[in-house]
C-alpha cells in the first residue's frame, strides 16, 4: 500500500492541526492503519492506532483526550486530529498500515507500509 501522509505545520501550544493518510486506489478498510512519531534523536513511537474491521482505536496514553484518530472508508482515508498541542508533540508524523492482525498495535515493526512523514512543530 502506498501511503500519503499530509496537514502538518507549525502551530502555537494550544493549537490543532489534522493530519491525514491516504492510499490512492486502495480501500483500507481491511488494514490496521497506525500513526507514528519521531523526535529528533528519538526512536519511533507509537501515537494511535484504528483497527481494521472493527474500528475499535487505541491511543498512547500521553495523547488520550486530545488526539483522535477517524477513517473515512469513501475517501480511504485516515485521519489524526491533533488538539491542545504541546511543544514534545513536536516531531515527524508518519502513518502505516498493515493487514488486520491481532499482533501487537504499538510496535513499529509490525507495519509494513509506511507514508513519508509530514513535520508537526508546536512552538511554545
Known amino acids: 500500500v502506498q501511503l500519503q501522509a499530509s496537514g502538518g505545520g507549525l502551530v502555537h501550544t494550544g493549537g490543532s492541526l489534522r493530519l491525514s493518510c491516504s492510499a490512492s486506489?486502495?480501500?483500507?478498510?481491511?488494514?490496521?492503519m497506525g500513526w507514528f512519531r519521531q523526535a529528533p534523536g528519538m526512536e519511533r513511537e507509537f501515537v494511535a492506532v484504528?483497527?481494521?474491521?472493527?474500528?475499535?482505536?487505541r491511543y498512547a496514553d500521553d495523547v488520550k483526550g486530545r488526539f483522535t484518530i477517524s477513517r473515512s472508508y469513501v475517501q480511504s482515508t485516515v485521519s489524526l486530529q491533533m488538539n491542545s498541542l504541546k511543544p514534545e508533540d513536536t516531531a515527524v508524523y508518519y502513518c502505516?498500515?498493515?493487514?488486520?492482525?491481532?499482533?501487537?498495535?504499538?510496535?513499529?515493526?509490525?507495519?509494513?507500509?509506511w507514508g513519508r512523514g509530514t513535520q508537526v512543530t508546536v512552538s511554545s
Open positions: 486506489g486502495r480501500s483500507l478498510s481491511n488494514y490496521d
Open positions: 484504528i483497527k481494521g474491521g472493527s474500528s475499535a482505536t
Open positions: 502505516a498500515a498493515r493487514r488486520r492482525s491481532v499482533v501487537d498495535l504499538t510496535t513499529t515493526s509490525t507495519y509494513n507500509d
